[in-house]
Nanobody, 122 residues
Framework: QVQMIESGGGLVQAGDSLRVSCAAS????????MGWFRQAPGKEREFVAS????????VYADSVKGRFTISRDNAKKTVYLQMNSLKPEDTAVYYC???????????????WGQGTQVTVSS
């Protein structure tokens, strides 16, 4: 049974930085594209960032481009999201996701984490 466990969320002030992590128990983790999504109260879940299995290709939502960085450590089976210059509108539950296809990942990932809360105060 696959488990994906996010950590690192919390309460920060606008302009601060935060890094969230996702540890996955996927046996073939190094073959999976990984991504981050978020869901704010009263809103639909939205794509934030993704990274190819090899780590050589990353994609970002326009709203976070230049502020967030996704990375991965295949040896640790972990994906990270470094968030800088945080804004109150970044407040959401952040979920990691995994799929063998980078394109499918954005539409219907095979695996989801349980989420971690990030709150940015103004």
């Amino acid at each position: 049974q696959v488990q994906m466990i996010e950590s690192g969320g919390g309460l920060v002030q606008a302009g601060d930085s935060l890094r969230v992590s996702c540890a996955a128990s996927i046996r073939t983790f190094s073959l999976y594209a990984m991504g981050w999504f978020r869901q704010a109260p009263g809103k639909e879940r939205e794509f934030v960032a993704s990274i190819r299995y090899s780590g050589d290709l990353t994609v970002y939502a326009d709203s976070v481009k230049g502020r967030f960085t996704i990375s991965r450590d295949n040896a640790k089976k972990t994906v990270y999201l470094q968030m800088n210059s945080l804004k109150p509108e970044d407040t959401a539950v952040y979920y990691c996701a995994a799929d063998l296809s980078l394109s499918t990942l954005r539409e219907s990932p095979r695996y989801w984490g349980q989420g971690t809360q990030v709150t940015v105060s103004s």
